[in-house]
Antibody
Framework: EVQIVDSGGGLVQPGGSLRLSCGAS????????MSWVRQAPGKGLEWVST????????YYADSVKGRFTISRDNSKKMLYLQMNSLRAEDTAVYFC????????????WGQGTLVTVSS | DIQLTQSPSFLSASVGDRVTITCRAS??????LAWYQQKPGKAPKLLIY???TLQSGVPSRFSGSGSGTEFTLTISSLQPEDFATYYC?????????FGQGTKLEIK
C-alpha cells in the first residue's frame, strides 16, 4: 500500500527558514517524480516544485524560485523542501505528491503540513 | 506560463443531476490534463488523467473529454459524496499549473 507522510510545518517569522519532509513507502521511490503543491487558507491549489526520480531535473514555480530548494534521498525514500526567506504569502498547507507516471498527474498525496509565516 | 480557466467557479446541483465543468487552457496542451476532487481538510484525489482516462478505483459516473485548449469533466448522476471542489491541472509544460477550482454545492 502506498503511503506518503508530510511533516515539518510550523510557525516561522518572515525572513525565516523551514524544512519540510515527506516520507514514502509502498512503491519504488526512485522510479517516480515527486512534487510539492501548496494551498493557502481558503484558496486553490498551487504547484510549487517537482523533482524527477533520479533527482537530476528540478522545476520550480516562479513564486518560489531562488528561495525554495527541493531535494530527495532515494536511499531513505524521503523528499524535502528547504524554504528560505519566507514571506507571509507562503502561508499554506504544503502537500507532497507522487507522480502517476510520466506527465499524467499526481496519484498519491500526503495529508499536508501547515506552514504559517507570521511575526 | 500556461493559464487554466475553469467555469463555472461555483455550481449548485441536486443528487441525480448531470453536471459538466469546463477547463480552458491559454495554449495548446494536447491531452496533458488531469482532474482532481478535493473535500474540505483533505488532500486532492486524482480522478482523470490524460484528459479522458479514468483513474483506477474512480466511479464510472466520472468522465473527461477534450484536447488542445478545451476540456470537460462530466459527472453523469451526482451522488451525495460528489459535492466537493474540482480542479484541473495541466502537465504539458513543466510549470504544472492548476485551474482556480469549481465548488460543487448541494442545491
Amino acid at each position: 500500500e502506498v503511503q506518503i507522510v508530510d511533516s515539518g510545518g510550523g510557525l516561522v517569522q518572515p525572513g525565516g527558514s523551514l524544512r519540510l519532509s515527506c516520507g514514502a513507502s509502498g512503491f519504488t521511490f526512485s522510479s517516480y517524480a515527486m512534487s510539492w503543491v501548496r494551498q493557502a487558507p481558503g484558496k486553490g491549489l498551487e504547484w510549487v516544485s517537482t523533482i524527477t526520480g533520479s533527482g537530476y531535473t528540478i522545476y520550480y514555480a516562479d513564486s518560489v524560485k531562488g528561495r525554495f530548494t527541493i531535494s530527495r534521498d532515494n536511499s531513505k525514500k524521503m523528499l524535502y523542501l528547504q524554504m528560505n526567506s519566507l514571506r507571509a504569502e507562503d502561508t499554506a498547507v504544503y502537500f507532497c505528491a507522487k507522480a502517476h507516471y510520466g506527465d499524467s498527474g499526481f496519484d498519491f498525496w500526503g495529508q499536508g503540513t501547515l506552514v504559517t509565516v507570521s511575526s | 506560463d500556461i493559464q487554466l480557466t475553469q467555469s463555472p467557479s461555483f455550481l449548485s446541483a441536486s443528487v441525480g443531476d448531470r453536471v459538466t465543468i469546463t477547463c480552458r487552457a491559454s495554449q495548446d496542451i494536447s491531452s496533458y490534463l488531469a482532474w482532481y476532487q478535493q473535500k474540505p481538510g483533505k488532500a486532492p484525489k486524482l480522478l482523470i488523467y490524460a484528459a479522458s482516462t479514468l483513474q483506477s478505483g474512480v466511479p464510472s459516473r466520472f468522465s473527461g473529454s477534450g484536447s488542445g485548449t478545451e476540456f470537460t469533466l462530466t459527472i453523469s448522476s451526482l451522488q451525495p459524496e460528489d459535492f466537493a471542489t474540482y480542479y484541473c491541472q495541466q502537465l504539458n509544460s513543466y510549470r504544472y499549473t492548476f485551474g482556480q477550482g469549481t465548488k460543487l454545492e448541494i442545491k
